[in-house]
């Protein structure tokens, strides 16, 4: 007991320097996350991640392989949301990014701060720092190793924390291993029908005194997914609802036809600082209303190559060569219905709603908080609208990325190990984005209209349409061709990396790791976007091959209209199909697309890396490590500007800047044994997540006439946090453990858009400028300021019921729960707001209930994230948007059969929820008003799997 009240004066000596906890914004609090979780269920698989989780010196949380492969999870950005503390997005029906890129995965509430590693290395998708982790495949992968506090061995680079993908290697096997599995998912809302195959072979054999092995792995998988949405309008929309029986229903812009009628209304537009307060209770908000019908299809595509050979001559000498290839294929074909609201309602319903200063505006002006309009719509008859567009289009992104590692690890001594790696990466990404737009046919007799029956009060909003045909050809023309995205990224980089461990064998330092790394990575940017081109009005009629039918199971049928509007056919935007039939277009062909050159950029980092770490333990009770990494970054960036602000025709020049900065990143962490199996937890380190590469680039843009500019900012610093952790985990067998931890993270150096007066080389005098200088312009630049957090606590536990008899000692349960809050300082209307990061939710979930005997196994999986910003505030929150909370239900069981066999069926989204937005943001800004309903429907899996030997 003495051991333990000396380790407990200890810990609590340590951790006392950290400042307290505190929920006053202005604290600089000090915490630690638990360490959690891992959300699989089957025993081996279980018992080797909790020994990790229990033995491990750093916060860190595994998912194995054969956890990985009995989930219902079609892509990794899935699979890690099962980890506490882990925040993901599911867009198009599976786990991924709502903007198409990034990993769409958020770490302790800090978006865009991952730090992505292949078996250790960097790892990134072309354009990025991070790696489109939605684009990996579960079947390919080794494990998965989550570090939320890294220590100063592993690479630099993300704030929020590190997911390491760990691959197979070929003496991880007992011998010769065949495993192969074929399996098929169905989406019923979409009623399609997917492909996946993967196989892998390994061996190891005998050479001379030592052994060799070799393995190769390849996986396919398509996925077939739908998104139906419903976005409409956002803002206050205030609007005077005028009768038509009014004496000044006409005045106002009321249609003629309707005077006098006492079910008719005229919408007027409002300003609300042109009434007295005493009138604006009378006013109306439109918020919510004119919803547009927008269906997805979306296809994905991943392609899996993995190869791996070793040697060990010896047992103290091994040599090896790893090779990775991803592909990832997202293609969406969407079919849009943008509609036009009259401002003529029939049957016109509102209800009390109390849009304030505060809503609107957050009262920045400051005084008292006054009333903008004090109704909304609830429902109504929109008579006389239009449909504006009929659009189809093609969205196209292929990602490509290939890794190729050889090195050696080498016990040089009895005490001294060696590793050195080389490694090079190549990533490619192209993204080609163009639809073709219908607009009603004026020529028609009569000319199209439709009127629109809109009820704000279901779920989702729904919408009644009649009036003129959306399936006949003769009521629409060919409109528009419209490029909106074309670009080209290419990317690559390598890095040596020199890794010392050395055996102190001292009662108190045990071991000391040293090593430095060498990295460049350099990235291109080319883009060739045309904008649109005028189709001429063509009649539908005249090249009616060229469209289709919309879905006629629009919402699940939940919205009232359902689809079927005719449209441009998606798959018709191959190759240069459209420039071929539209040859007065004017539409330049697929293969000489002109670049534009004000948007093509370079830039080239090196860094340069040393670290030393020291572990430590004492008296069997304590042990830990401590050390620090040094890190210098150059940086070399190119963009081409406008040398005389007149565009096209002015001279476009490259504009090149440099920039180099050094961070010194310590870290320390200490496990104390209460008992042989309670641990208490501490753990500190220093992060740092460099600039986006877009933020960095030097490009310059300006406009004369008015006297603005903007401009990247080569010289903007990586944004640093010192990252706090504190855990205690009790262990109740190989199996159970329960635990509970606080973190916080002091974020510092936030970037913010800063204007200032600034001469700008190359640029003509500006006609008009607010600043003294006449030759100067008001720039706006990125740059580094304001400092934020992000603190939380986390719970987590698992058990199986062993102790139960028959067979009830089969179940077992766990469950993980994250509060997270976070501080992002926004600049608005001069004042600095504190706001959550986007994607950030404030609480997270997940429970898991699960079975295994000899002969099945199974899981439930039911994960929930509350209310959460989307992609950041708006000043005006009535403008803004945010997802509300929501849950998902998942489940799998395998069948182990004869042979070596196994059976699987899985189920996604049972409940069929999703991703839900609403106007305003998370608290006391929060409405009810419906901006974008999806439905993606639920996807069920069957499959086989085969392995013979391993």
Not at 81 to 106: F, K, L
Not at 688 to 714: E, H, K, M, Q, V
């Amino acid at each position: 007991m003495k051991s333990v009240a000396k380790l407990a004066v200890l810990l609590l000596t340590t951790t006392a320097a950290v400042p307290a906890w505190a929920q006053d914004k202005s604290a600089e609090a000090s915490a630690t996350e638990v360490d959690a979780i891992v959300v699989t269920g089957m025993r081996e698989s279980l018992k080797t991640s909790v020994a990790r989780k229990k033995n491990t010196m750093e916060i860190v949380d595994s998912i194995t392989a054969e956890d990985i492969g009995k989930l219902p999870d079609p892509n990794v950005a899935e699979t890690l949301t099962r980890i506490p503390g882990v925040q993901g997005y599911r867009y198009g029906g599976e786990g991924a990014s709502p903007v198409g890129e990034g990993s769409g995965i958020t770490i302790r509430g800090l978006t865009g701060q991952t730090a992505s590693r292949l078996d250790g290395r960097a790892y990134f998708t072309a354009g990025g720092r991070e790696f489109n982790i939605e684009g990996a495949i579960p079947g390919m992968i080794a494990g998965i190793d989550v570090y939320k506090n890294p220590s100063a061995e592993h690479i630099e680079g993300g704030i929020g924390g590190l997911i390491n993908v760990r691959t197979r290697k070929p003496l991880d096997f007992g011998g010769l291993t065949i495993s192969a599995a074929a399996s098929m998912r169905y989406n019923d809302l979409s009623k399609t029908t997917s492909p996946e195959v993967f196989g892998l072979i390994a061996d190891r054999w005998q050479a001379g005194d030592g052994e060799m092995g070799f393995m190769i792995a390849a996986n396919y998988q398509e996925s077939d997914n739908r998104s139906d949405s419903n976005p409409g309008n956002r803002g206050p929309q205030t609007r005077r609802a005028i009768r038509a029986d009014s004496a000044d229903f006409l005045a106002a812009g009321g249609d003629a036809r309707y005077a006098g009628r006492t079910d008719i209304w005229h919408l007027a537009n409002a300003n609300y600082t042109d009434f007295p307060e005493s009138e604006r209770a009378d006013l109306v908000a439109a918020t919510g209303l004119g919803s547009h019908v927008f269906q997805e299809d979306i296809h994905r595509v991943r392609k899996g190559l993995s190869g791996a050979f070793q040697w060990k001559p010896s047992p103290d000498l091994e040599f090896y060569a790893q090779g990775n290839y991803n592909y990832y294929l997202y293609d969406q074909s969407y079919r849009f219905a943008i509609m036009g609201d009259s401002r003529t309602v029939q049957n016109l319903v509102t209800s009390d709603f109390t849009l304030d200063e505060n809503l609107l505006n957050r009262n920045l002006n400051g005084g008292a908080v006054e009333l903008v309009s004090g109704k909304r719509i609830d429902s109504g008859t929109f008579l006389g609208s239009r449909v504006n567009a009929l659009l189809g289009g093609r969205e196209e992104r292929p990602y490509e990325t290939w890794l190729a590692a050889v090195g050696t690890n080498w016990q040089a001594t009895d005490k001294l190990h060696v590793h050195l790696d080389v490694s090079y990466i190549k990533a490619d990404q192209s993204r080609l984005n163009h639809n073709v737009s219908f607009a009603p046919n004026s020529a028609a007799d009569p000319a199209p209209s439709w009127d629109f029956a809109r009820d704000l009060t279901t779920t989702p909003y729904s919408i009644g349409i009649s009036g003129s045909s959306l399936t006949d050809p003769n009521n629409f023309v060919f409109d528009r061709y419209n490029t909106d995205a074309n670009n080209v990224i290419d990317d690559n980089g390598w890095a040596g990396q020199l890794d010392l461990v050395y055996d102190v064998g001292s009662s108190f330092l045990t071991a000391i790791k040293a090593g430095g790394r060498f990295a460049v990575q350099t990235s291109r940017f080319f883009d060739y976007r045309d904008g649109g081109r005028s189709l001429g009005g063509v009649p539908l009629t005249d090249a009616q091959d060229l469209t289709e039918l919309s879905p006629t199971n629009w919402l699940d049928g939940k919205a009232g209209y359902s689809g079927g509007y005719i449209v441009f056919d998606p798959d018709a935007h191959f190759g240069d199909n459209v420039r071929n039939r539209f040859p007065d277009a004017g539409i330049p062909a697929a293969d000489s697309m002109p670049e534009n050159l004000l948007a093509r950029r370079y830039s080239r980092e090196k860094s340069y890396a040393g670290y030393v770490v020291g572990e430590f333990a004492y008296d069997d009770f304590i042990k830990g490590n401590f050390g620090a990494r040094i890190v210098k970054t150059d940086l070399f960036a190119r963009a081409m500007v406008d040398s005389n602000g007149t565009a096209p025709g002015g001279a476009i020049v490259p504009n090149t800047d440099s920039a180099s900065y050094t961070d010194v990143l310590p870290s320390f962490n200490i496990t104390g044994y209460l008992t042989p199996d309670t641990l208490l937890r501490f753990g500190y380190a220093k992060g740092i997540t460099r600039p986006s590469l877009g933020d960095l680039n030097p490009a310059i843009t300006f406009d004369p006439a008015r006297g603005g500019a903007s401009a990247g900012n080569p010289d903007l610093k990586p944004l640093k946090a010192d990252s706090f952790d504190v855990s205690l985990e009790h262990y109740f067998s190989p199996l159970s453990y329960v635990s509970a931890g606080i973190f916080y993270k002091k974020i510092n150096g936030f970037p913010f858009g800063r204007q200032a007066c600034a001469t700008i080389p190359l640029a003509p005098v500006p006609t008009e400028t607010e600043c003294d200088d006449p030759a100067q312009y008001t720039l706006t630049i990125r740059d580094n300021a304001e400092k934020g957090n992000a603190r939380g606590i986390e719970l987590a536990g698992q058990t199986f019921f062993d102790f139960l008899p028959g067979a009830f000692k089969n179940f077992g349960v766990a469950g993980s729960f994250t509060y997270l809050k976070t501080k992002n300082p926004v600049p608005m209307s001069g004042e600095t707001v504190d706001t959550p990061m986007p994607f950030q939710s404030k609480i997270n979930w997940s429970a898991s209930g699960m079975y295994e005997d000899d002969f099945m196994s199974a899981r439930v999986v039911y994960t929930y994230r509350s209310d959460f910003v989307l992609f950041g505030i708006d000043s005006w929150p009535i403008w803004g948007r945010y997802v509300k909370g929501y849950g998902i239900l998942d489940a799998a069981v395998n069948f182990n059969l004869p042979h070596n066999f196994t059976l699987s069926f899985t189920a996604s989204n049972i409940t069929n929820q999703g991703p839900n937005r609403y106007v305003g943001e998370p608290g006391a800004f929060a409405t009810d008003f419906q901006n974008q309903h999806y439905v993606n429907g639920r996807v069920f899996g069957a499959g086989i799997r085969y392995k013979f030997g391993g």
